[in-house]
Every structure is written in C-alpha cells, then in structure tokens.
C-alpha cells in the first residue's frame, strides 16, 4: 500500500509541474500574415491583375506574388515590346500616341503592346498544341519571290490566210490544155498551170507585131511626130499584154519571134499546193472565175483559246511552244503575232494567233495541238494557295500570332502562279500564317464571333480588358 501510494503522489507531481511550467513557457510566435501585391499568368507573366481569377489568355488560374516575394523586388527588366497604344483602364474609350495621365479622369494610362491578346482582331481564337496536331494545324511564312510557270492552251492548226493565192484569168478565153488536174497536187513557183487561147490576146499581140513592123519601116524618117506616135502605138499595145498577165520573158519572146502566140501558158505564181480546181479542158474561162487556189503551208497558224484571266498574260511577241502527237512529241517554237480584242460569247475565250514554220508540211489545218507559254513574274508578295479561305464576298487567312493564339486577316489577292496566290493587301512579308487546318480553326473562330465572318481588313485593336486587369 505504501508503495502505491508512494507512485500515485509521484504522478500528481508530475502531472501539477507540467502544469506549472507549460503555464510559464512562452507562447509560439502566429505566422505572419503575407499581403499579395498582385496576381500574374503564370504562362504570360507580364499579365497582372489586382485581384485572383482566370487568366484570359490561357484559362490558367492566377498566380499571387507576395510582398516578400524576392521576385516582386527586383528591378523590373526593359520592355521591349511594341507598343500600339497607351489607354485608360477605367475609361478605355480615351486611347493615346502617349504615355501620361487621362486629363479627364487623372488615371494613368497603360500600354497596350503588339501581340497582346487584347490587340488581337475579334474572331481570334487559342487552340492547345494538342489540339492542333489533332486537326492537322500546319503554318507557314508569307515570302516574296518571282515566280515562272507554263499556261497550256490547246490550239488549232489553219491556214496562214496571207498564203493563199488565187489564179485568175484576166481575159475571156478557151482552156486548151490542163496541166495542174487534181486538187492536193504540189506546184512550184512559175510551174505550167494551163494553156489558154484567146482571140482578144491574141489580136493584141497581133497589134503589138505591126506597131514594131512600123515603127522599122518609118525609121527613116525625118518627121519626129510620126517616130513618137509609133512609139506612143507600141507602148499601148505592149501595156496592154502586160495588164493580162502576159510575161516579160513572153513579151521578149514575141519580139524575138514575131509570131504570135495562139495558146498562152499560165504559170503558177506560188509555190504550194492545190486547194481548189475550176480549170478543165476546153472550159471557157472568165475574168470572174477561180481557176486555181493555191495554198502554201510552209508556214501556218495556230490558234490558242485562252480563258479572259490568262490572255492578259500573253502579249504579240512572245514565243511559245507547240506540241502535236503526229510530230511525235517534238516541239515547235512559234510567235505571238496578234491577240483578238474581244471574247467569244459561246466559249467565253480570247483567241491568241501563233505563227511558226511548217517544216515537212507535218502540221495540217485542222489539227488540234498544245501550246505552251511560258510566262515569268516579278517579286510579288506570295502564299501557298491552301491558306487562303475564299467564303465568295471575302478572301481571309489566319496569322499565327504565337502561344496558340490565331487570328482572322482579310486579304485582296492577284492571280494564281501554280500553287501559290498572289496577295496584294492584307498581308506582309515575314509574316506567319496557317497552310493546313485552317478550315477547322475558321469554324472555331465563326462560333466565337457569333456567326459572323470575323475578318477585318487590317489589324484592327480590340477593346482592352477590364479595369481591374492591367498589363503592365
């Protein structure tokens, strides 16, 4: 008994010095309370907002930075950013070139910088890396660059028109014989065509033998007037030979001869082929009847059909190349020689005529075949034709603007050289835009904007955050 009472007055001491020291022992210090100087993005820390929330431009809760934070105390660094505009974030319609004091309101103006989420044009939107490897996001940069290319055109042989000759008689008169008798026969210049008789040429040429038998007889004599009418006979009747195509090697030949010649030969007066025949033995011929056509396909035509968007590009002079199957794939250069000043209203073209040699005669009229212009251009502002979305009112692409973020641009563009579009406002040099994807990313951006096509024609600022978030 003793021995437990011995331990249970042990305990109570215990217990009752405890009591007494903890009651003596000073309380531990209270964590001091940490004031928050403000909130920052943590993707884009130059994003501040004086009270906690979401990040607008990345959906990322806000992050505090404390009075004692040792980042919150070290000298900010230079800002290189552009900036667009400096704006008051309790009145953001007041906008300044500036920086300064709203002179209403006496608030300090905040910058607004190039690339900040709230500069973007309305319809922008931020798609996750994820995202984009899903739809195919693909971009690329707006280069400038001269550029050549082949326009094809499918052409059509015929007939250079300043090659056809027609053989005519210029007297009445008989064909005696016929010596070009089938339509296709090749002639030779000055080769025997026909022989005709006709009684007015041939008393024509009778007249011309007594004016010379006369003009000899009266040689001797001392009358001059007499000499120069014979003279003036001799002029006339050979003049008139000559108007009937009578040759001067023919004419000579009379002289010489002094026999009149009863069939008078026809020569053909081009080389080419017979196209068309009117001459057969015995036929009487008329000044008004085509006895022969002669074509010479030496040289020929193509004519070119060129849609109203591409005739602009050819002009008389330049050279092109001509392709046909029955020259077995072997080009033929040829030359522009004329453009024709008006559509054709069934076919909705401009006919182009080239003209080239016909070496061969492998070129026949008719003949379709290919012709190819080479067409070069200079340095030009250039995007691949994929990144150009065309609703029928609007052409617009989508800058990337970096950090996931794109934005609707509407854009003027020129003509289509390959794969490529020529753009003439909207768009600058070294800028980054989408290639690949961008059907998807224009839905997006369309439900964001409400239905409405978001494209605006040039950058345009949007209205700037609101007054408790400012970016500094």
Not at 135 to 154: C, F, M, P, Q, W
Not at 379 to 387: E, L, Q
Request: net charge neutral.
């Amino acid at each position: 008994m003793k021995r437990a009472l011995f331990g249970l007055l042990l305990l109570a001491a215990g217990f009752g010095g405890g009591w007494y020291f903890s009651r003596r022992a000073p309380a531990p210090a209270a964590s001091p309370v940490r004031k928050a100087l403000y909130y920052i993005d943590p993707m884009h820390p130059w994003y501040k907002s004086d009270k906690p929330g979401i990040a607008p431009d990345c959906n990322m809760p806000l992050v505090p930075v404390y009075e004692d934070d040792p980042a919150a105390r070290k000298p900010s660094q230079p800002d290189h950013r552009t900036v667009l505009y400096y704006y008051d974030p309790q009145h953001p319609a007041y906008r300044s070139e500036n920086p300064g004091l709203n002179p209403e309101s006496g608030d300090e103006l905040v910058p607004m910088y190039e690339n900040d989420p709230s500069s973007f044009s309305p319809g922008t939107i931020q798609i996750s890396t994820e995202k984009q490897q899903l739809i195919g996001v693909r971009t690329g940069v707006v280069e400038v660059a001269s550029a050549s290319r082949i326009l094809r055109a499918v052409g059509k042989v015929t007939i250079d028109e300043r090659r056809i000759h027609h053989v005519h008689s210029r007297t009445e008169g008989w064909i005696e014989k016929v010596h070009a008798d089938y339509v296709g026969q090749p002639v030779k210049h000055g080769q025997l065509l026909l022989t005709l008789y006709s009684p007015e040429l041939f008393a024509t040429q009778q007249e011309y033998l007594l004016a010379l038998r006369a003009r000899e007889a009266m040689s001797g004599s001392s009358r001059p007037d007499d000499r120069a009418q014979m003279e003036s006979l001799i002029a006339a009747a050979r003049q008139r030979l000559e108007q009937w195509e009578v040759t001067p090697e023919q004419i000579a030949s009379l002289e010489r001869t002094r026999k009149p010649v009863r069939d008078l030969p026809f020569y053909s007066p081009h080389a080419g082929i017979v196209t068309a025949r009117n001459a057969f033995p015995h036929q009487m011929a008329k000044p008004d009847l085509e006895l022969y056509t002669i074509v010479d396909y030496s040289r020929v035509w193509v004519i070119a059909d060129l849609y109203e968007y591409e005739a602009s590009n050819v002009r008389p002079g330049m050279t092109a190349t001509v392709i046909s199957s029955y020259t077995r794939g072997r080009p033929v250069q040829a030359r522009v020689t004329f453009v024709q000043p008006e559509v054709d209203p069934a076919t909705r073209t401009i006919k182009v005529r080239l003209e080239l040699d016909n070496p061969g005669l492998t070129l026949k009229p008719d003949m379709f075949v290919d012709v190819e212009f080479k067409l070069s251009s200079p340095a030009r502002t250039m995007v691949p034709a994929s990144a150009i979305l065309d609703s029928g009112l609007r052409k617009r692409v989508f800058l990337d603007r970096g950090d996931g973020y794109f934005e609707p641009r509407e854009v003027t563009t020129g003509e289509t050289v390959g794969d490529r579009v020529v753009i003439l406002r909207g768009l600058q040099p070294g800028d980054h835009i989408v290639v690949s994807g961008n059907f998807l990313i224009d839905s997006e951006s369309q439900l964001k904007s409400g239905g409405q096509d978001p494209a605006p024609a040039a950058p345009a600022p949007s209205a700037p955050a609101p007054a408790e978030h400012r970016h500094d």
